[in-house]
């Protein structure tokens, strides 16, 4: 944990709620995002989203500061987002600790306009939703988020030997899919 | 070393758990295999691709957040008080009760009550404050500072 988020906990501690706002503000959209992958819809993830940051506020004595910060918020919404999956009818079982690695009903995957400009950035992003929901999370948080294997088991509630799993399995998944749209070209940026 | 194995290894990518000596075998077949190397470009291309990956931003997300932090925090003080102010209710039922009970006693216990005038008046004094207390309406008054309360009883006509 960065030495400016250990600051910003222990002022939020002694009762400071607008240094909670610095939180937000360091880590919404990654956290968005985030969410956004796992509910696949803009409306449901920004509700997601708030009630991640604010359980996060409630339960901040709960938190250890020698652990980063980012894990244990993510770890949050996570488990928020596969409430709100179960409450919309989206999941066909309790996905649980063990991560479902079995393909969802269809939903859409349509990236969200606003997020992605270019053509191949909305595929990739929609080839990533279309992975089952343990494969997604565990793509966003290691590839994008840059967490470790370590941090993602924790925010998930899973062994790390179950998220090498998943990262191996999206990979190939994903390898392939792009492969057979013809999009191995050059990366983006 | 085979096709399968190297293309095994390319979707482990960093996860890889071997020796390096025999990544950089694989990485040396993949670079002349015409099935490996595909798959090696493209793996390399999707990491970079997932790394560039957008996050969102909603501009006034920070300060809905907050204002509804501000709200559950509202609803706690208020929940705190009335939480507070109950026992005090509490309280006075059970002293009203005393009397009560105490003239019930009395009276089915065949105590030979005096039939006096006095006694009849204790008697009925217990039981209509035991009535009074038990219906009368009690509110909370704040004393608009701290934040705390103070019980009034509520005497109708009364401001």
């Known amino acids: 944990m960065s030495a400016a988020d250990g600051d910003v906990v222990r002022r939020i501690r002694r009762g400071d ?57 993510a770890s949050i919404a996570v488990r928020l987002s596969q409430n709100w999956l179960r409450r919309h009818g989206r999941t066909t079982k309790r996905e649980g600790a063990s991560l479902d ?7 859409t ?9 270019d053509e191949r950035g909305r595929q990739i992003w929609e080839a990533v939703a279309m992975l089952p929901s343990g494969e997604r999370t565990a793509v966003i948080l290691f590839y994008r988020d840059e967490l470790a294997v370590r941090d993602i088991a924790t925010a998930l509630g899973v062994t790390t030997g179950t998220i090498k799993t998943l990262l191996f399995r999206a990979r190939r998944h994903l390898r392939r899919h792009l492969t057979a749209t013809r999009l191995d070209r050059e990366p983006l940026s | 070393m085979t096709c399968a194995h190297v ?5 482990a990518g960093p996860l890889a758990e071997y020796p390096r000596i025999h990544l950089e075998g694989a990485w040396r077949h993949a670079r002349h295999c015409p099935t490996c190397g595909p798959a090696m470009r493209a793996a390399a291309a999707l990491t970079a691709d997932l790394a560039a990956l957008p996050h969102g931003a909603h501009p006034d997300f920070t300060r809905e957040v907050l204002a509804r932090i501000e709200r559950i925090e509202a609803r706690a003080v208020t929940v705190d008080e009335e939480t507070t102010a109950s026992p005090r209710r509490d309280e006075w039922t059970a002293w009203a009760i005393v009397p009560g009970v105490l003239a019930a006693a009395l009276v089915t216990d065949g105590v030979p009550v005096s039939t006096t005038a006095t006694g009849t ?31 009034r009883v509520h005497v109708p006509g009364k401001r």
Do not use: C, H, K, N
């Not at chain 2, 293309?7 to 979707?11: S, T």
């Open chain 1, 109 to 117: 995957g349509a990236a969200d306009e606003s997020l992605i400009a």
């Open chain 1, 17 to 73: 709620r607008d240094a909670f706002g610095r939180l937000i503000e360091r880590y919404q959209g990654r956290l968005f995002g985030l969410v956004l992958m796992m509910v696949r819809e803009r409306g449901g993830a920004e509700d997601v989203t708030q009630e991640a940051f604010v359980r996060a506020y409630v339960q901040i004595d709960q938190y250890d500061v020698r652990r980063p910060f980012y894990p244990w918020l």
């Open chain 1, 101 to 107: 690695a079995a393909p969802e009903p269809a939903t």
């Open chain 2, 7 to 11: 293309i095994g290894l390319i979707d």
């Open chain 2, 121 to 151: 008046i204790a008697l009925a004094t217990g039981l209509l404050l035991y009535a009074v207390t038990l219906f009368m309406p009690v509110e909370r008054v704040s004393d608009g500072v701290s934040g705390q309360g103070r019980l």
